[in-house]
C-alpha cells in the first residue's frame, strides 16, 4: 500500500510499505491524486515528432515473436527451449546469468509456461497484450489490486469462460449483414 507522508515543505513523500519494510519511492513532484492514489500516465508509447498523443504502435516486435515461441514450446513440453527464448529476452534486458532460468532454478510452484507468462507480462507491459494472454490460456482475469478501477463487484476477478470478456459486433456491421447477430452480454 502506498503511504503518503507530509515532507514538511509543502510537498508529500511517497513510501511503499513492503514486509522488509519501507521503501521510498522518488516522486520528483507533487502529483494529483484520484481515489487516494497518485495519478500518473504512461508515456511508453507516445511523443512521435513530439506531439503529446501522435504515436505509431508497434505490431510485432522481435520480443514478442520470441516469447510467442516460447510459449508454443511450453505447451508442447520443449521446456528447454522455451526457457532458451525467455533468457534470451532476459539478458537483452541486460539481466546478469544468475537471472536467467532453467528447469532446476524455477521459482517455486511455477511451471515453465507459468515463466513464460510472466515475461510476457513484464516484456509487453502497457501494450494490450494481458487480456488475450490471460485468456488464451483458461486463466482468469485478477484484477483486485488497489486502483481507481475497483468496484467492489464480482468483475475483480473474471473468469476465462464469462460472457464479459466476449467483445460486441460494431452496431455497423450488424446494420450491413441483417442475419448477424450481436454477442451475448
Not at 503518503?4 to 494529483?32: C, E, H, P, Q
Not at 532476459?90 to 521459482?107: D, N, V, Y
Not at 463487484?153 to 460486441?168: C, R
Request: proline share 5%; with cysteine; charged share 25%.
Amino acid at each position: 500500500m502506498l503511504e503518503k507522508v507530509s515532507n514538511g515543505r509543502g510537498g508529500f513523500d511517497y513510501f511503499i510499505n513492503t514486509t522488509d519494510g519501507r521503501k521510498t519511492v522518488l516522486i520528483d513532484k507533487k502529483m494529483a491524486v484520484r481515489g487516494g492514489y497518485p495519478k500518473y500516465f504512461i508515456l511508453k508509447c507516445s511523443g512521435q515528432e513530439g506531439q503529446a498523443q501522435l504515436w505509431s504502435p508497434v505490431i510485432s516486435r522481435l520480443a514478442e515473436m520470441y516469447l510467442n515461441r516460447a510459449e508454443a514450446n511450453a505447451k508442447l513440453g520443449k521446456n528447454t527451449d522455451a526457457l532458451a527464448d525467455v533468457n534470451l529476452i532476459r539478458k537483452r534486458a541486460g539481466i546478469p546469468a544468475s537471472g536467467w532460468f532453467t528447469e532446476a532454478t524455477l521459482p517455486a510452484g511455477m511451471s515453465v509456461l507459468d515463466v513464460v507468462l510472466q515475461e510476457r507480462r513484464l516484456e509487453l507491459a502497457y501494450e494490450g497484450h494481458r487480456k488475450m494472454d490471460v485468456f488464451r490460456n483458461k486463466l482468469p482475469m485478477d484484477r483486485r489490486y488497489p486502483g481507481t478501477h475497483q468496484t467492489g463487484t464480482a468483475d475483480d476477478v473474471i473468469d476465462w469462460k464469462s460472457n464479459v470478456i466476449v467483445e460486441f459486433l460494431p452496431e455497423s456491421q450488424t446494420l450491413v449483414q441483417p442475419g448477424l447477430v450481436q454477442n451475448p452480454n
